[in-house]
């Protein structure tokens, strides 16, 4: 199984390649530079990998939710690659791949995502590890920092920069969390080990298939708004 994965959802610029399990990687903090960075990154992994992109058997994407514009172009580059290269696509969100973050680095079984949306507003999701993969118990859900929903039951770690956007929630973690890791972002690594049984059980899809998890439709506030 070759794979390249990346994501744009965040501030971050990541790519992963893999290669029957061993896998490589490029990450920048980019700002508004992802177009200028995404596919030079690809390119560079394949490159080093002595790969061409018709050698690979899929491409997978964060399709979100996450910053309407780093979406677009995940999923633009997508379709670019996937149609030069003949290669089926698959999207993954990205809270999914931020609980899989938390679990590679942590061994945490029970994550609460929280991505920034702007606008006073983040991304949530409940995720809980079940027979090496994810249930995903609450979410992808848009709302309020002080309206994120906690969870009862078994301890369960917060992950991602949502938590340190907004003082309330972040508070309100402290309180009702085991632990609190702001620093985790939805990596390609994780999207790329998430996608790689999903190609295998033959779950890839065309490249024109490949869309965005926006969750919300407004892009910014109103002038009264704010």
């Not at 679990?103 to 995502?113: K, M, N, S, Y």
């Not at 995720?127 to 979410?139: D, K, P, T």
């Not at 340190?164 to 972040?170: F, I, K, M, S, V």
Request: hydrophobic fraction near 45%; glycine fraction near 12%; aromatic fraction near 6%.
């Amino acid at each position: 199984m070759r794979l390249i994965a990346f994501d744009t959802a965040t501030e971050w610029c990541t790519a992963a390649l893999w290669v029957d399990g061993e896998e490589t990687f490029r990450e920048e903090r980019a700002g508004q530079r992802h177009s200028d960075l995404l596919v030079p990154m690809v390119m560079d992994l394949l490159a080093q990998a002595g790969l061409r992109l018709n050698q690979l058997d899929g491409l997978a994407y964060g399709m979100g939710p996450g910053a309407f514009t780093g979406l677009r172009i995940a999923c633009g580059v997508a379709q670019g690659l996937a149609l030069g290269g003949n290669l089926p696509v698959l999207g993954v969100s990205t809270l999914e791949a931020l609980a899989q973050e938390a679990w590679t680095a942590r061994g945490t079984g029970r994550v609460l995502t929280c991505l920034d949306a702007r606008m006073n507003e983040v991304y949530a999701g409940l995720y809980e590890r079940r027979q090496g993969g994810w249930a995903c118990l609450m979410g992808p859900l848009v709302c309020g920092p002080e309206a994120v929903p906690m969870p009862p039951g078994p301890a369960c770690l917060g992950v991602g920069p949502g938590f340190t956007a907004y003082p309330a929630l972040l508070d309100l973690g402290r309180k009702k969390l085991e632990a609190i890791d702001p620093a985790l972002i939805p990596h390609a690594r994780s999207i790329a080990r998430l996608a790689a049984p999903r190609f295998a059980r033959g779950e890839g899809l065309p490249a024109e298939a490949a869309e965005p998890l926006y969750i919300r439709d407004k892009v910014a506030l109103k002038i009264c708004e704010r």
